[in-house]
């Protein structure tokens, strides 16, 4: 491990490593959410909602965060979440995360839109592995991407039904990100400013999202096959297109993006077998409800009779824990890995996840909870509501800083 990351004592020390390390542009791509970014800050400020009470004179020597998670074993209550285009903040990006969860002995998700493909992850990086889908307009290059993840024998398929569109990311028209790179003297001169990042990629090439060549016969190069990326999503997918996923699909499926009681109640319904509450990171709908404050009413719907996992803006141990004494079975980790492995590769993911670890197992014994399984809801006291949501209100929109002149709507990626 390198001294910068030994250095790194939380997921806020590596999001500023990669901060460093990266052009602003890329950066911000992967910090930045929705419009004026009011669901990606009010996903972490959720958590201020609840403090912990904890319980005293409780024997935590033994403590320990293993656990069942969507009936298997688990090293923590998490898995790593999809994040497509890693690979641009630093090659070998969604290795580095599945190496990472393999040695701590979670879950991983690919996403359709990563950088490396659903056969390599499968042969280098062998442990659960979770495979994510977009759903494509092009039904055949949907239904094959299935099948390899079946043949590679990935645990689960993802589906992420918050995104019919993408979302409207304004810190990407700000920087001039765009797929296909428009080269433009404020993003040249970002990128320029972060040499090591630029000599790499101008030497070995930009990354190519593995999972989506051939989507489009013309897409042979990556900017065009990334480009063809956020044209290719199906708005008019539906239940009934989720039913036959659900009886194509033989193993467990997990339906992600989803935060009202009514839609959860006809997915436990309907047969599949976990539920993530999730708003995308922020990275959609701005305004939506933060994730932990719609786990109440999803947990409502499903009634019991199916998991339900949460993401969006967990950056701490005690996080993790105030999800599950809501009545989560586990977290997606995000950004929180995600900073760790486009900051320093392997070392990076390894070190998010060790962070968490540590924190999790501190916060259960600090907290009288020896096993993940007490960490139950008499832990939680509310916050005083109006402290915390008068500072949600006040947050103030996304940076202004980058240049605010006038800008040709891009194709974005929209992982
Ligand atoms: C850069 C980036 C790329 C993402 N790509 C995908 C994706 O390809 N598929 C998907 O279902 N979700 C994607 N997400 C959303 C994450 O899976 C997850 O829901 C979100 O990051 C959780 O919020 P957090 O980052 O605050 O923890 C992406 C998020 C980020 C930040």
């Known amino acids: ?24 542009a890329v950066f911000d791509f992967y910090d930045g959410g929705a419009e004026d970014e009011r669901t990606l800050a009010g996903n972490s400020l959720a958590f201020e909602r609840w403090h912990l009470a904890p319980r005293v004179l409780v024997d935590v020597a033994g403590a320990s965060t293993g656990c069942n998670l969507l009936g298997a074993p688990a090293g923590m209550p998490a898995a790593i979440a999809p994040t ?10 969604d290795l580095a995360l599945a190496r990472a969860a393999a040695k701590m002995g979670i879950a991983y998700t690919l996403s359709s839109s990563a950088t490396t493909s659903i056969e390599t992850i499968a042969e280098k990086a062998p442990g659960r592995l979770w495979f994510q889908a977009y759903v494509l307009r092009n039904q055949d290059f949907f239904w094959q991407l299935i099948e390899r993840a079946r043949r590679a024998e990935y645990e689960a398929l993802v589906i992420t039904v918050d995104l019919p569109v993408g979302g409207k990311r304004e810190r990407d028209f700000r920087n001039h990100f765009s797929i296909p790179f428009r080269f433009t003297p ?12 630029a000599i790499d990629m101008l030497l070995r090439g930009m990354p190519v999202m593995e999972n989506l060549r051939g989507l489009e016969a013309a897409a042979t190069n990556a900017t065009a096959i990334a480009s063809s990326v956020g044209r290719s999503y199906d708005p008019s997918f539906d239940w009934a297109r989720l039913a036959e996923v659900r009886e194509r699909w033989p193993r467990k499926l997990i339906v992600k993006g989803v935060s009202r009681g009514d839609d959860a109640r006809r997915l436990a319904m309907m047969g599949v077998d976990a539920i993530v509450v999730s708003n995308h990171g922020g990275r959609q709908l701005d ?30 141990g005690a996080d993790i824990a105030k999800a599950l004494a809501l009545g989560a079975q586990g977290v997606l980790l995000g950004r929180a890995t995600l900073f760790g492995a486009v900051a320093a590769g392997d070392a990076g993911a390894q070190r998010a996840l060790d962070i968490l670890h540590d924190e999790l197992l501190r916060t259960m014994r600090l907290c009288g909870a020896p096993t993940v399984t007490q960490l139950s809801g008499d832990l939680l006291r509310p916050s005083d509501p109006n402290a915390s949501w008068s500072a949600y209100a006040a947050a103030p929109p996304a940076a202004r800083s980058a240049s605010p002149r006038a800008h040709r709507t891009p194709d974005l990626v929209n992982p």
């Not at 491990?1 to 602003?24: G, Q």
């Not at 305004?287 to 999803?298: H, Q, R, Y």
Request: charged share 25%; net charge positive; proline share 7%.
């Open 1 to 24: 491990m390198t001294h910068r990351v030994a250095a790194c004592y939380s997921i806020a020390d590596l999001r500023e490593l990669a901060r460093r390390r990266l052009p602003r």
């Open 84 to 93: 497509g285009a890693a690979g641009f903040g630093c090659r070998g990006a």
């Open 186 to 197: 404020r993003n040249m001169l970002d990128f320029a400013s972060r040499p090591r990042w």
């Open 287 to 316: 305004g939506a409800i933060p994730s932990l404050l719609a786990l109440p009413e999803v947990l409502q719907g499903v009634a019991g009779r199916l998991p339900v996992l949460v993401d969006g803006g967990v950056r701490r």
